[in-house]
T-cell receptor, first 112, second 118 residues
Framework: EPEVTQTPSHQVTQMGQEVILRCVPI?????FYWYRQILGQKVEFLVS????????KSEIFDDQFSVERPDGSNFTLKIRSTKLEDSAMYFC??????????FGPGTRLTVT | AQTVTQSQPEMSVQEAETVTLSCTYD???????LFWYKQPPSRQMILVIR??????QNATENRFSVNFQKAAKSFSLKISDSQLGDTAMYFC???????????????FGKGTLLTVNP
C-alpha cells in the first residue's frame, strides 16, 4: 500500500538557519497539507496547497514559511530563518478528491 | 472557529477489555466530518475511523466504533478487545465541509493517551 514519506526524519539546525523539509505524497493525491505538533501539544494546521497554490494558511504560517511542489512529486516546507519556537514535529498530509487525509511519519525539527 | 475537546488526558485499559474515549466539538456548521487518529510512540499519525455528519449510522472499523451524537456534538471512540498495539495517543479531529473542496483542513483535540496493560 503506498504511503506518504518524509525526509529527513530528524533535523537539527541552529537558530537563524534555513531548513527545508521534504515530503513525497502518494501519487494520486491532489491536495497537500503541512501540520505542526509542538512536543506535548496538539497538532496544528499550517497550510494547504492545491494546483500549485496555497489554498489556506494559518496565523502560524508567516513570511518565514513557504511551500512549493518543485517537480510534481516532492512537496516542501521551507523555514527561512528558524527560531527556537519552531522546534516541533512537522507532518505532511495528502488526499485525493475525497476528504480523508493521510499523513507521513513526520520530521522532528530541533532548533538550537 | 471550530474547537475540539478531549477531556481525558490519559486512560488505561486491560488487554482484551473495552474502552471508550470521549470527544466533544463546537461548530455552527451542519455539514462536516469527524475523525479519530492514532499516534503510537513512532509518532506516525494513523487514520483509525471517520464519520460523515450527514450519516446517522455510526461508523465501525473492525474493533473500533464510534458513538456519534450530532445534537450533543459528541463523538466518542470505542475500542473493543483492546490489544497491546493499541497503546497510543488518540486524537479526535474535525473537518468542515468546504465548497470547492480545496481546503478541508483538520482541527485536532489535545489527545488522549491510552495505555493497554497486559
Amino acid at each position: 500500500e503506498p504511503e506518504v514519506t518524509q525526509t529527513p526524519s530528524h533535523q537539527v539546525t541552529q537558530m537563524g538557519q534555513e531548513v527545508i523539509l521534504r515530503c513525497v505524497p502518494i501519487s494520486n493525491h491532489l491536495y497537500f497539507y503541512w501540520y505542526r505538533q509542538i512536543l506535548g501539544q496538539k497538532v496544528e494546521f499550517l497550510v494547504s496547497f492545491y494546483n500549485n497554490e496555497i489554498s489556506e494558511k494559518s496565523e502560524i504560517f508567516d513570511d518565514q514559511f513557504s511551500v512549493e511542489r518543485p517537480d510534481g512529486s516532492n512537496f516542501t516546507l521551507k523555514i527561512r530563518s528558524t527560531k527556537l519556537e519552531d522546534s516541533a514535529m512537522y507532518f505532511c498530509a495528502g488526499r485525493t478528491g475525497r476528504y480523508e487525509q493521510y499523513f507521513g511519519p513526520g520530521t522532528r525539527l530541533t532548533v538550537t | 472557529a471550530q474547537t475540539v475537546t478531549q477531556s481525558q488526558p490519559e486512560m488505561s485499559v486491560q488487554e482484551a477489555e473495552t474502552v471508550t474515549l470521549s470527544c466533544t466539538y463546537d461548530t455552527s456548521e451542519s455539514n462536516y466530518y469527524l475523525f479519530w487518529y492514532k499516534q503510537p510512540p513512532s509518532r506516525q499519525m494513523i487514520l483509525v475511523i471517520r464519520q460523515e455528519a450527514y450519516k446517522q449510522q455510526n461508523a465501525t472499523e473492525n474493533r473500533f466504533s464510534v458513538n456519534f451524537q450530532k445534537a450533543a456534538k459528541s463523538f466518542s471512540l470505542k475500542i473493543s478487545d483492546s490489544q497491546l498495539g493499541d497503546t497510543a495517543m488518540y486524537f479526535c479531529a474535525f473537518m468542515k465541509h468546504a465548497s470547492g473542496g480545496s481546503n478541508y483542513k483538520l482541527t485536532f483535540g489535545k489527545g488522549t493517551l491510552l495505555t493497554v496493560n497486559p
